[in-house]
């Protein structure tokens, strides 16, 4: 009788102890990896951390078993870029064993939709903004998977905010070094046949026009081949420099920066990107002339009319960088600098420059300080010192991005990359305080 009952109770402990060992296995399920064996999950979970965001259940490869249809449930998560849509709205993507991972907020970071791209299209490494990956509003995106051994270059498109998404192949065997669309129809994809393997500052380039949204691409320019037999590689961007950025004000007028032997050089269009000439030269400012290089990012103009914008300039001293900015008010015809009264910023946030909301509202964080523009740079304020700012500048030292929708509202993604974590913060009066979203 003992025996029996000691082998009941040996077998009722056994029995709870498969059931506790089921119930700690789902719990523990992260729906963002639900294909992958418990030993990758690990792995995922190691390697990509930081973002702990509230996902909404939809039916997606994301969603949790048996959770309430009522309830988001929590991942974790590596974020490496972000664009805001809205005051409340915004993206934010990574990349986790070669899945992108795009999610869309609508209400400042509360919840958050995966409006990833099916995982069978891979990617090498994360899309940054402008350069291959591209969205006008919630609705219209596009994403760029070059082909870098994996397959051919596509550019993915959505017209629903994710939800479905279809593609296009580029013609040639080339790499996507910018997009940028100007509505849902008319966008600009320029790319090189020669990236990984050109000689230094030498870039072969072929702008493509899509006037469908992305179905379609149609060659508009390039710089080899018969363009050149029939000198027209005069008019077309140069093959000497690396692509900083492109950028479009309307349907004719763009505007790209190249890197030229660690100095940067404007080219615009003003035939929807068939012919080109050279900008305004850098060099020429005598503020710049003791720089040992110069940097630079893409031309942003403000507003609908999109007559005033901006784009930043650094000079590049020893281990520092100080930056200022050059201005136009009249479409990017003519570009005044402005020199900006401010620190330099050195060590791993060197490349990190100012952001500006309009030709006169501006920001720039430096040594974990928050400072304010409201004259083009002319004077900077030092916001009061946030201690949340502080604490996560502490465990996520290097600045990814930053970037304000209003007077109010703006976004900063922090990292610590040697251990691939990452943490997306917001601010909602001006950069005086900060959370995480």
């Known amino acids: 009788m003992k025996r029996s009952m000691r082998k009941a109770l040996f077998i009722w402990i056994t029995l709870i102890f498969v059931l506790t060992a089921c119930q700690s296995s789902t719990s523990d399920y992260d729906p963002a990896a639900d294909k992958a064996s418990s030993q990758e999950l690990k792995k995922i979970q190691t390697e990509d951390q930081g973002q702990t965001i509230t996902l909404n259940h939809t039916a997606t490869s994301d969603t949790k078993q048996g959770a309430p249809a009522e309830k988001g449930y929590k991942i974790q998560t590596r974020l490496t870029d972000f664009q805001l849509l809205s005051a409340s709205a915004g993206l934010a993507w990574g990349v986790t064993r070669n899945e992108l991972r795009i999610y869309v907020t609508q209400d400042s970071g509360g919840t958050w939709d995966n409006v990833s791209p099916a995982q069978t299209v891979t990617f090498s490494e994360p899309p940054t903004y402008g350069k291959d990956i591209f969205f006008l509003n919630q609705n219209n995106g596009w994403v760029v998977r070059n082909a870098s051994g994996v397959g051919e270059t596509l550019i993915l498109h959505t017209t629903d905010g994710g939800q479905n998404w279809n593609f296009a192949t580029l013609d040639d065997e080339v790499n996507v070094l910018g997009i940028y669309f100007m509505d849902s129809k008319m966008g600009w994809a320029l790319a090189s046949s020669d990236s990984a393997n050109s000689a230094e500052d030498q870039q072969e380039k072929v702008l493509y026009i899509t006037k469908d949204g992305g179905n379609t691409w149609e060659k508009v320019m390039q710089n080899t081949g018969i363009y050149e037999a029939k000198g027209l590689a005069t008019q077309a961007i140069p093959k000497f420099g690396k692509l900083v950025g492109m950028?479009?004000?309307?349907?004719?007028?763009?505007?790209?920066?190249?890197?030229?032997?660690?100095?940067?050089?404007?080219?615009?269009?003003?035939?929807?990107?068939?012919?080109?000439?050279?900008?305004?030269?850098?060099?020429?400012?005598?503020?710049?002339?003791?720089?040992?290089?110069?940097?630079?990012?893409?031309?942003?103009?403000?507003?609908?009319?999109?007559?005033?914008?901006?784009?930043?300039?650094?000079?590049?001293?020893?281990?520092?960088?100080?930056?200022?900015?050059?201005?136009?008010?009249?479409?990017?015809?003519?570009?005044?600098?402005?020199?900006?009264?401010?620190?330099?910023?050195?060590?791993?946030?060197?490349?990190?420059?100012?952001?500006?909301?309009?030709?006169?509202?501006?920001?720039?964080v430096v040594d974990g300080v928050v400072y304010r523009t409201t004259n083009q740079g002319k004077t900077w304020t030092a916001l009061p010192v946030n201690n949340t700012l502080q604490r996560t500048l502490n465990n996520y030292p290097e600045l990814a991005k930053l970037q304000f929708f209003s007077a109010n509202v703006g976004w900063l993604l922090v990292a610590k990359n040697e251990e691939r974590r990452s943490l997306l913060m917001q601010t909602t009066d001006g950069g005086k305080t900060w959370h995480v979203l």
């Open 247 to 364: 950028s479009f004000r309307d349907r004719d007028h763009g505007f790209v920066t190249l890197e030229q032997q660690g100095k940067p050089h404007l080219y615009m269009t003003s035939d929807s990107g068939k012919t080109w000439k050279s900008g305004p030269d850098f060099e020429k400012n005598t503020k710049m002339s003791n720089c040992h290089a110069l940097t630079t990012g893409k031309p942003q103009f403000f507003g609908d009319s999109k007559t005033a914008g901006w784009m930043n300039i650094g000079c590049v001293t020893d281990n520092q960088t100080s930056y200022n900015g050059y201005f136009t008010n009249d479409a990017g015809k003519t570009w005044n600098f402005a020199p900006f009264a401010l620190k330099a910023q050195t060590g791993v946030n060197q490349s990190m420059g100012p952001t500006f909301l309009n030709n006169k509202i501006g920001w720039s």
